[in-house]
């Protein structure tokens, strides 16, 4: 799995930081997303599919690799 973020279209509302702390992170004077692991483990990749999934601003992109 590879993870990428959208910054414009973040708006801050940290459900991915939430659900999957270990992959996302935000900054501290906006809030807006940081990746931390684009290719999460596989451990991770559950929680990272329900935080793109509640994504309010879609902004969480996830492709699956074969």
């Known amino acids: 799995m590879k993870v990428t973020v959208d910054e ?3 708006c801050g ?3 991915c930081v939430l659900l ?3 992959v996302f992170d ?3 004077d906006d809030g807006i997303v940081i990746l931390l692991e684009p290719e999460p ?3 991770q990749h559950a ?3 329900e935080a793109a999934a509640v994504c ?3 902004a969480i992109e996830l492709s699956e690799e074969a």
Request: net charge neutral; hydrophobic share 40%; aromatic share 0%.
């Open 20 to 22: 999957a702390p270990e």
């Open 56 to 58: 309010p601003a879609a």
């Open 8 to 10: 414009v279209k973040c």
């Open 13 to 15: 509302a940290g459900q």
């Open 47 to 49: 929680l990272v599919r």
């Open 41 to 43: 483990s596989a451990d």
């Open 26 to 28: 935000q900054r501290e």
